[in-house]
């Protein structure tokens, strides 16, 4: 639409469902528009459009479906990607190629798509089918669609046809055939230009077609950059922490470049060099080394304070962290950056020197908030670990106290463990089992027998809570192993907040197990073909033959591990497959959480538990949700074909009420939702669009648009 027609359309705001959005939200939800990945630049997916209300939800109808198998291979992941909405146009990614596609709003019509030329790089990337999205900006009046590879280029296409942007690069070219002469910047050069490993490196000339060396390490992106003030912020990944064995590879630097030229302004550091804060918590100069502090998840942004906000994962190696002692930042951390020079303005570490693959799976959330009558600029953190960091915005400062406290160490030789770790006060964990582990309150007691053989297996073991390390293979305790339990979420199933109300919506699974064992490997290297030179000390890829009375099993990646036993496929503790869970974080009280699906027929159904009201346990899928109006929208997918279905086979769209989670009223969906949900409005009609697909029941990932009739 025209900004003539824009106006129209807000001036009817009753007619149309247009609510007006609270002060506490910040930009990118203006004219019923979705600009960033998670809605407005603080990620709350959530919006105040209200022309589908409880009312008449029930009444919805599919409008239009897209389907991403029409761009290559990738049925499970090709979803990941939630689109944003402008102007009438969709824009996303899809397939193993992160293709990017403009959508039309009403019909779902491809309006362009762009496809990156061939590199051996990219058949090297180990992220192809993980891309999230694509950001926006307006550069000198003209629409502009900004995508980071899985080869790590970042590209400038105009929005209305999808080419390339002439004269944006700042000069520079990416000498490939097919590579036009403009709109893309090769970004490892920018991300190696002063990194020690690379300036010392004697192998040959960089080739722009293979990309680093595989000996210094491995880059590629997963979420898409954000634009914050005429400064298009880029993220870095790697391969997964837990498929690398060596200790080297590059750091993840995070890059900012002007959207209106393409040049480079600035280069954070997360890995410290010296002089900068905190290099000291990297012990044995292992910054000169280590890699990775990777961003797996979305940045969010407060253009207001310049500020932008990103998390990052473990280094190089994870499960053993002896050649890294130290808390290692920024690893595991929340992070304010200048987005002018890139410079650090606060940061919060959730975790010190990982090694549970905690990497922290979801964006920042911001909103403001009113605390014992003060108002809050606040960013608020879910973990995979089931805690929820509240903190300020502004300054980083915890708006409640967040304790350090003991955990358990290592026992495992030359390794390293931090002593302590942070735990709020407030607001409670997603699920209290974290806390402790599995204490009497969450052993497995729906019958008195289940409860005796629950109570004898779990004597075998040494139970703790969140940070449970491995231990060496062999050992000489007199108990099986250590287990530990978690109660987040995870990259599937992003949470949400309304800043109208200040309430966080969080869905999170029960999970308890015994971590692998580690065996030392002699130096030994035993997989060839990933990035690093140098193999870690310790590790459970061995296929290892045990020679204890200890049942071990073999998993991927197959490492020797005595895990904790099912009692005849039921667990030793209550299971808790999937929740959904509301706290008013203005005053850090959970407000309610219920299971989220049905309990699976293999637990209602065991013959041990024959006439035994079983507790529901929710569903097995991943439950996935967005603030519309005055509606929790919310759906689950279907992980294992247990997905709720309506009288006709669909799986359900659920329409809840914000306050309580009632269910007030659903819809059929074609197919299974995937990862997230959004929503906008075109021409005076609202659309609720859901991520779908399944490779489980052979339907590719797409999206699936309804609207009213």
């Not at 290592?410 to 770790?421: D, H, I, L, R, S």
């Not at 296929?543 to 009692?567: D, Q």
């Not at 799986?651 to 914000?658: E, F, G, N, Q, W």
Request: glycine fraction near 12%.
């Amino acid at each position: 639409m025209r900004a003539a027609q824009i106006a129209g359309v807000v001036t009817l705001v009753g007619a149309l469902g247009v609510a007006a959005t609270g002060s506490a939200q910040l930009t990118g939800l203006e004219n019923g528009q979705w600009r960033y990945l998670g809605g407005d630049a603080g990620h709350t997916r959530s919006s105040a459009l209200n022309q589908i209300n409880a009312a008449n939800f029930d009444k919805l109808k599919v409008a239009w479906v897209f389907r991403g198998d029409n761009f290559g291979p990738g049925l499970e992941f090709t979803s990941r990607s939630t689109p944003i909405y402008v102007d009438g146009l969709l824009y996303t990614v899809v397939g193993q190629r992160r293709q990017v596609v403009a959508i039309d709003a009403e019909t779902g019509e491809t309006r362009w798509t762009f496809r990156e030329p061939d590199t051996m790089r990219y058949l090297r990337s180990p992220r192809t089918d993980f891309g999230k999205g694509v950001a926006y900006a307006e550069v000198d009046g003209k629409g502009v669609v900004f995508i980071s590879t899985p080869a790590f280029f970042l590209w400038a296409l105009d929005a209305k046809t999808g080419r390339p942007l002439d004269g944006w690069g700042n000069g520079r070219t990416v000498p490939l055939k097919e590579f036009p002469r403009s709109g893309v910047i090769d970004m490892i050069p920018d991300l190696v230009s002063d990194w020690q490993p690379w300036l010392r490196w004697t192998g040959g000339k960089y080739d722009p077609d293979y990309g680093l060396p595989r000996p210094l390490g491995m880059i590629t992106s997963s979420s898409p950059p954000i634009v914050v003030n005429g400064v298009v912020v880029v993220l870095a990944g790697h391969e997964p922490s837990y498929d690398q064995t060596r200790i080297e590879n590059v750091p993840a630097d995070v890059q900012g470049y002007d959207a209106k030229t393409g040049k480079r302004l600035w280069k954070f550091h997360v890995i410290p060099r010296p002089g900068e804060f905190g290099h000291e918590t990297w012990e044995n100069d292992a910054w000169q080394y280590s890699g990775n502090m990777a961003s797996w998840a979305p940045a969010a942004a407060d253009p207001q304070r310049g500020l932008v906000y990103l998390v990052t994962n473990a280094s190089t190696y994870q499960f053993y962290t002896g050649h890294r002692p130290g808390h290692n930042l920024f690893g595991g951390s929340v992070i304010a950056l200048d987005v002018k020079t890139g410079q650090r303005k606060w940061h919060f570490q959730v975790h010190h020197s990982e090694q549970w693959n905690y990497d922290i799976p979801t964006a920042p959330i911001l909103m403001d908030l009113t605390v014992n009558g003060r108002k809050i600029p606040a960013l608020i953190q879910n973990t995979k670990q089931g805690l929820i960091f509240a903190l300020n915005r502004e300054t980083g400062q915890p708006i409640w106290p967040i304790e350090e406290r003991p955990v358990m160490q290592t026992e495992v030789p030359g390794n390293y463990t931090a002593p302590t770790q942070p735990y709020p006060t407030r607001p409670e964990p997603l699920d209290r089992i974290v806390l402790n582990g599995i204490t009497d309150e969450f052993v497995m007691d729906w019958t008195p027998e289940l409860k005796t053989r629950a109570t004898e297996i779990l004597g075998k073991f040494r139970i703790g809570g969140l940070y449970v390390p491995p231990l060496p293979y062999p050992h000489n305790n007199t108990f099986t192993n250590n287990v530990g339990c978690v109660g987040g979420l995870n990259i599937y199933h992003p949470p949400v907040a309304d800043p109208t109300t200040g309430i966080l919506y969080a869905s999170h699974q029960r999970g308890c197990s015994a971590p692998q064992f580690l065996v030392p490997t002699e130096g030994k290297d035993e997989e060839r073909g990933l990035a690093g030179k140098s193999e870690e000390a310790w590790r459970g890829r061995e296929r290892h033959t045990p020679t204890t009375g200890v049942t071990v099993a073999k998993y991927k990646p197959g490492g020797p591990r005595a895990v904790l036993p099912l009692m005849d496929g039921l667990p030793v503790y209550k299971p808790l497959f999937m929740g959904l869970a509301a706290y008013d974080m203005n005053t850090g009280e959970k407000l309610w959480d219920l299971p989220v699906g049905q309990t699976p027929a293999r637990i209602r159904n065991h013959p041990l538990l024959k006439g035994v009201a079983v507790p529901n346990t929710g569903g097995t899928g991943h439950s996935i949700q967005m603030v519309v109006g005055d509606l929790l929208v919310q759906t689950t997918e279907d992980l294992r074909g247990e997905a709720e279905v309506d009288d006709k086979g669909q799986p359900l769209l659920h329409a809840r009420d914000k306050k309580t989670g009632q269910i007030v009223a659903s819809v059929g969906l074609p197919m299974p939702g995937q990862y997230g949900m959004m929503t906008y409005m075109h021409d005076g009609k609202q659309y609720i669009v859901v991520q779908s697909g399944s490779a489980r029941r052979n339907q590719p990932g797409g999206l699936v648009a309804l609207a009213l009739p």
